[in-house]
């Protein structure tokens, strides 16, 4: 089992910044990836960013340029810095423990998630 802790969400004006953290302790057979997720009001959920174990970053076009996604892997924990925040980024941010193949992550373990909110 993985469990996955988020922080660091909030309340920012457009054009701010949040850095999310998200704490993973435990073991998941074939976990080879750490992924943050994002689900707005009525959305369905989506991937943002990805790191794989092997380094290689996946981030979504919308948020290419914008955000960056780190782990510090003594502290067993997952980044996502968020810059030049639009409102169309507020959402629920979860952090998951994924397995990767054939060019798919396939989440196996969330977060609580974290609230974002970027207000006009």
């Known amino acids: 089992q993985v469990q996955l802790v988020e922080s660091g969400g909030g309340l920012v004006q457009a054009g701010g910044s949040l850095r999310l953290s998200c704490a993973a302790s435990?073991?998941?057979?074939?976990?080879?990836?750490m992924g943050w997720y994002r689900q707005a009001l009525g959305e369905e959920r989506e991937l943002v960013a990805a790191?794989?174990?092997?380094?290689?970053?996946y981030y979504a076009d919308s948020v290419k340029g914008r955000f960056i996604v780190s782990r510090d892997n003594v502290k067993n924990t997952l980044y996502l810095q968020m810059d030049s925040l639009q409102p169309e980024d507020t959402a629920m941010y979860y952090c998951?423990?994924?397995?990767?193949?054939?060019?798919?992550?396939?989440?196996?373990?969330w977060g609580q998630g974290t609230q974002v909110t970027v207000s006009s």
């Open positions: 790191i794989r174990d092997a380094g290689r970053i």
């Open positions: 998951a423990a994924c397995r990767y193949r054939s060019n798919t992550y396939y989440p196996a373990y």
């Open positions: 435990g073991s998941g057979f074939g976990i080879n990836a």
